[in-house]
């Protein structure tokens, strides 16, 4: 067992003295984990460069809640699409709209109490990991309810009075209900760019120790190991011993890289 541990240590100062080897084997696969899942990751059509993707809920059926939920879809920030609160509650659970918002019965009629006693309440339903897409879409379904109702004001000609934090001016009021995202495949590029940098990390192990057992062979160590008083599989069975150990260092890291920094989450850690 010496001997093998032996031959192990010295395979590891061989590696780690080629720099070039040695960043292609320790660099090279967590590199490239990084870079394709920056790279894929950049293609989501729910953010804002796409639109949110919103299903709307219009319980209320009247002209001041057909006309708001309009007005959603006119929305540059917006993918609106109407359904039924069942189908939206499911469209949200399996990930094909990141939101829905239910205009429930009286929307119409607490439209037009706005000014004395605040808009109306609608629900927010989405996945709770997505607080930021929360804070964007409150924000975008508020700017729109307080342009229609000025528009609204305007056009009745009626006095609005102070629309400050003063005069107690909200055009809507939420009530947020979490809708656990079902998650049935990777969450996100890099739950497919890390597993690929393991598989990085075995290639490059493998190859790096092949190389040095050329490279022994060409300067001549491998010629005094074979007359040293060693059997060839102890040689072997060294430098085996010591790809295996590397790639479950360097899968471990990989994994520890992907699970702090990104979000990644193995099915299995001993697999």
């Not at 209320?60 to 920030?77: G, I, K, M, N, Q």
Request: glycine share 12%; aromatic share 8%.
């Amino acid at each position: 067992m010496d001997t093998l541990l032996a031959m192990v240590a010295k395979d590891f100062k061989l590696l780690l003295r080629d720099r070039m080897g040695g960043f292609f084997t320790f660099g090279f696969p967590i590199v490239m984990a990084i870079f394709f899942g920056t790279l894929f990751s950049g293609g989501s059509s729910s953010g804002p460069a796409g639109g949110i993707k919103l299903a709307v809920v219009d319980e209320d059926t009247t002209t001041v809640s057909r006309t708001f939920a309009d007005s959603l879809a006119a929305s540059p920030e917006l993918r609106v699409t109407r359904m039924t609160l069942a189908e939206a509650e499911n469209a949200v659970k399996l990930g094909r709209q990141t939101a829905f918002v239910r205009l429930p019965s009286g929307f119409g009629a607490a439209r037009g109490r706005t000014f004395a006693g605040g808009g109306p309440e609608v629900e927010l339903g989405m996945d709770p990991s997505r607080r930021a897409e929360s804070g964007m879409l409150q924000g975008v379904l508020m700017k729109r309810a307080a342009r229609d109702t000025f528009m609204q004001s305007n056009a009745s000609k009626r006095p609005t009075g102070s629309t400050g934090a003063a005069g107690g001016f909200e055009p809507l009021r939420f009530r947020s209900r979490d809708i656990a995202r079902q998650v049935k495949g990777p969450r996100n590029a890099y739950e497919i760019s890390f597993p690929q940098g393991v598989m990085w990390a075995v290639v490059s192990c493998a190859l790096g120790f092949a190389l040095g057992l050329v490279n022994e062979r060409q300067r001549g160590t491998l010629i005094r190991l074979r007359v040293a008083p060693l059997e060839r599989w102890r040689i072997l069975g060294g430098k085996a011993l010591g790809c295996f150990l590397t790639i479950l260092m360097l899968a471990s890291v990989v994994l520890l890289v992907g699970r702090l920094g990104f979000g990644v989450r193995p099915a299995s850690f001993p697999l």
